[in-house]
T-cell receptor, first 117, second 115 residues
Framework: DTEVTQTPKHLVMGMTNKKSLKCEQH?????MYWYKQKAKKPPELMFV?????LSINESVPSRFSPECPNSSLLNLHLHALQPEDSALYLC?????WGAGDVPDTQYFGPGTRLTVL | AQTVTQSQPEMSVQEAETVTLSCTYD???????LFWYKQPPSRQMILVIR??????QNATENRFSVNFQKAAKSFSLKISDSQLGDAAMYFC????????????FGAGTILRVKS
């Protein structure tokens, strides 16, 4: 099963709200990723977790707070977002991160479309 | 700096015909991998095909094949017998070894398929 699931599919929130995005995979992957994607643009990497530890933070504002409670689950906590944060948030996973000479294929979830009012 | 360039923002193809999407990249590595990802409207991104640079043979997956020209740093995607379901945004991507598994994406090409 090469499936990454994300909930919710859509989220509308005000600038003072706190919400969370959830991502789950059951492929035994040990690397999980958060991307932000604006319309008709490529995904931009935000965070990488490897073995439940944060490996990469691409200078993302602190109003985005990732969490990896276990190897199958990845959350993105949102607080005090700005309208320009409205985007499609994609989760992805791969077998490993940065190990060896062969990059592992990343499997993407369907995304959460976030609108910040 | 590692970059990936897709020079065609949009392409159109008639159903059942063949279309080629272009991608060029810049790298100082000799061994590396290249990917094409497909993102249909409101659907998730999936891997279409991947190419290993040290392999002479161009990768093929059913109707999808690549034309990999290592010296020219070109990695184009050919879609044969185009189907309506091929309509999507296509991204060329390259993971520089020094970045681990981080993908450097091209800007993308929107492919429209006409019936």
């Amino acid at each position: 099963d090469t499936e990454v699931t994300q909930t919710p599919k859509h989220l509308v929130m005000g600038m003072t709200n706190k919400k969370s995005l959830k991502c789950e995979q059951h492929m035994g992957h040990r690397a999980m990723y958060w991307y932000k994607q604006k319309a008709k643009k490529p995904p931009e990497l935000m965070f990488v977790y490897s073995y439940e530890k944060l490996s990469i933070n691409e200078s993302v504002p602190s109003r985005f707070s990732p969490e990896c409670p276990n190897s199958s689950l990845l959350n993105l906590h949102l607080h005090a977002l700005q309208p320009e944060d409205s985007a499609l948030y994609l989760c992805a996973s791969s077998l490993l991160w940065g190990a060896g000479d062969v990059p592992d294929t990343q499997y993407f979830g369907p995304g959460t479309r976030l609108t910040v009012l | 700096a590692q970059t990936v360039t897709q020079s065609q923002p949009e392409m159109s193809v008639q159903e059942a015909e063949t279309v080629t999407l272009s991608c060029t990249y810049d790298t100082s590595e000799s061994d590396y991998y290249l990917f094409w990802y497909k993102q249909p409207p409101s659907r998730q991104m999936i891997l279409v095909i991947r190419q290993e640079a040290y392999k002479q043979q161009n990768a093929t997956e059913n109707r999808f094949s690549v034309n990999f020209q290592k010296a020219a740093k070109s990695f184009s995607l050919k879609i044969s017998d185009s189907q309506l379901g091929d309509a999507a945004m296509y991204f060329c991507a390259y993971p520089p070894r020094e970045y681990g598994n981080k993908l450097v994406f091209g800007a993308g090409t929107i492919l429209r398929v006409k019936s």
